[in-house]
């Protein structure tokens, strides 16, 4: 990565991690090469047959045009509209530079965030940094067709920024493991990244707040809080955008679990809470910490239903019993309800 966007993470945790996300590095990584090698054969198919005209019109001009006439210059009299332009031919070549050294570099999945750093411009340079694959994709296709301008299309050929994604490029996001201290552990600005499949996996070195992650837990977001690398198999598998956050040790005072939007309807039923810290108690007429709030929000979301209804037979699963879902329900609000006095 420029020096600009941080340094490269190098921890051992952190490259476990990267290990972890294999197959989501390896899809992105194996895109790439095939597009740069697509790229490459047409910039060489298409060379070929201008070099060809050259000559054959060199042939039909004569001994006449030798010394005379640039061959080339009068083959290009004669283009056919399928041709690439010298323009468009150097756009090509430089986006096939571009897509051959993402095909083979890793270096960008990891990212450092110096000490005292913002997370979420970390992950944003990061991003906006790979995003020349697909700005470099985008000019390929302009100037095949002949509309590359460059006043106005230059920016594929750089940085282009996340925002300006598509729906198809954010679904091929290649996997990003940022190594910061728990100090700079702000995860909250990266809610505007978790979207196709971008994959984030923060190493946090130091003791952290119990859930820092539990205000990113959405229906659509694949989330974990762990301490071993191989709870990452399955944020690797999801075919929806998620965050980790990866401990460099297992600490009581941390929470960990495992929200996967595919385990069902119900909060409850995504969530699998293997450790949640006890909540100490907070002196009357003292504002409790924010993280009381964020961990209070992750035993709501993983507590199941009183009076044993499934919220998710309501949702559209199933109910456990005949009973219609409407029933079910009536039933429940009935036995909350004290008609002693009526």
Same mark, same amino acid.
């Given at each position: ?52 005209? /050259? ?207 595919? /385990? ?55 109910? /456990? ?9 009536? /039933? ?11």
């Amino acid at each position: 990565m420029p020096s600009d966007t941080g340094m490269v993470a190098t921890s051992d945790l952190a490259l476990k991690a990267l290990e972890a996300l294999g197959p989501r590095v390896k899809a992105f990584h194996s895109a790439v090469a095939t597009a740069e090698e697509e790229i490459r054969g047409y910039v060489t198919h298409r060379r070929g047959i201008s070099e060809h005209r /050259a000559e054959r019109s060199l042939a039909e001009l004569g001994p006449f045009a030798v010394g005379r006439i640039d061959p080339e210059r009068f083959a290009a009299l004669l283009v056919d509209v399928d041709d690439l332009t010298p323009d468009a031919e150097g756009v090509m070549e430089r986006a096939e530079q571009i897509l051959a050294e993402f095909s083979v570099d890793t270096d960008f999945h990891l990212v450092l965030v110096p000490k005292g750093g913002d997370l979420r411009d970390a992950v944003k340079e990061a991003l906006n940094h790979v995003g020349q694959v697909f700005g470099a994709s985008r000019a390929v296709e302009l100037a095949r067709s002949g509309l590359f301008d460059p006043d106005q299309h230059s920016l594929f050929l750089s940085a282009l920024p996340f925002r300006k994604w598509n729906r198809e490029e954010r679904h091929l996001a290649p996997p990003l493991v940022v190594d910061l201290d728990a100090e700079d552990l702000i995860p909250a600005g990266l809610g505007e990244f978790l979207d196709g499949v971008v994959k984030i996996v923060l190493v946090v070195k130091g003791p952290t707040t119990p859930a820092p992650l539990a205000r990113l837990i959405t229906p659509g977001t694949y989330v974990v809080q762990t301490a071993d690398p191989a709870d990452l198999a399955g944020l690797a598998r999801s075919s929806h955008p998620g965050v980790a956050l990866l401990f460099d040790a297992v600490r009581a005072e941390q929470a960990r679990f495992v929200h996967d939007p595919d /385990a069902g309807a119900a909060p409850w039923k995504r969530l699998t809470v293997s450790h949640i810290p006890e909540q100490p108690e907070v002196g009357r007429g003292r504002r409790a910490p924010t993280w009381l709030e964020e961990l209070a929000h992750l035993e709501a979301l993983a507590r199941k239903p009183a009076g044993g209804l499934d919220l998710g037979a309501v949702e559209g699963e199933p109910a /456990a019993a005949e009973t219609k879902p409407a029933d079910q329900l009536a /039933a429940w609000l009935l036995s909350q309800t004290d008609l002693a006095g009526t």
